[in-house]
């Protein structure tokens, strides 16, 4: 196999130390840091491919991400602004009231994955926060997670703040949580709606290339 079909196996395997192995060889073998950049991101399309078909299951696509992740932080330091950049730039957090973490964790992985820089606010997020973190941190797009039914509102809450801010417009935004459907998505203003991370990150692409 190749260097990078090597770490594209190494990726889909969850290999998260072997990783790290795999792309200090492949670095000191002469690959540019952008063709490892390419072959994590394809592998993780992968990834996702099999987890949308049943394929693949939540924990292995959790070490796969991570795997991911360990081979990204050796590579970073070496790719120009514009390779770091990647696809584009998103935000996620969980709403405000909040606490869980593992699904929206777990989309936010998964975006990364697929070549995008993600920041995670974490839980518990405040409209406000979500307001500010778009005014500084000019993300293309926002993910806001929920699993509470009660919830539900501070989702409409950050949408409308957003409005009253004057940035609904710089920013696409997408909803996603067990309670959340594309009719509530429809009904509060979000640009789309994605059950699951392997959806997401197809909603992802779609909104912001």
């Given at each position: 196999m190749s260097s990078t079909e090597v770490l594209m196996q190494l990726v889909i395997n969850g290999d998260t130390e072997g990783i790290v192995g795999g792309v200090q060889?492949?670095?000191?073998?002469?690959?540019?840091?952008?063709?490892?950049?390419?072959?994590?991101?394809?592998?993780?399309?992968?990834?996702?491919?099999?987890?949308?078909?049943?394929?693949?299951?939540?924990?292995?696509?959790?070490?796969?991400?991570?795997?991911?992740?360990?081979?990204?932080?050796?590579?970073?330091?070496?790719?120009?602004s514009s390779e770091a950049s990647m696809r584009g730039k998103v935000v996620i957090g969980t709403v405000q009231g909040d606490l869980h973490d593992i699904g929206k964790s777990l989309v936010g992985m998964m975006i990364e994955g697929a070549g995008f820089e993600v920041i995670d606010l974490g839980v518990d997020?405040?409209?406000?926060?979500?307001?500010?973190?778009?005014?500084?941190?000019?993300?293309?797009?926002?993910?806001?997670?929920?699993?509470?039914?009660?919830?539900?509102?501070?989702?409409l809450d950050t949408i409308n703040s957003l409005k009253e801010a004057g940035l609904r417009s710089e920013v696409k935004v997408i909803i996603g949580g067990a309670p959340v459907t594309q009719e509530f998505a429809d009904a509060i203003g979000a640009d789309g709606y994605a059950p699951d991370g392997a959806s997401a990150v197809l909603k992802v692409r779609e909104l912001i290339g």
């Open positions: 060889a492949a670095l000191e073998d002469g690959l540019e840091a952008k063709i490892v950049l390419h072959a994590l991101v394809e592998a993780m399309d992968r990834v996702g491919e099999e987890w949308r078909v049943g394929n693949m299951f939540i924990p292995e696509v959790l070490l796969s991400a991570k795997a991911m992740q360990n081979g990204m932080a050796l590579i970073r330091p070496q790719l120009t997020v405040s409209a406000t926060k979500f307001v500010e973190a778009v005014k500084t941190l000019q993300p293309d797009l926002i993910a806001l997670s929920t699993l509470l039914t009660t919830t539900l509102s501070y989702m």
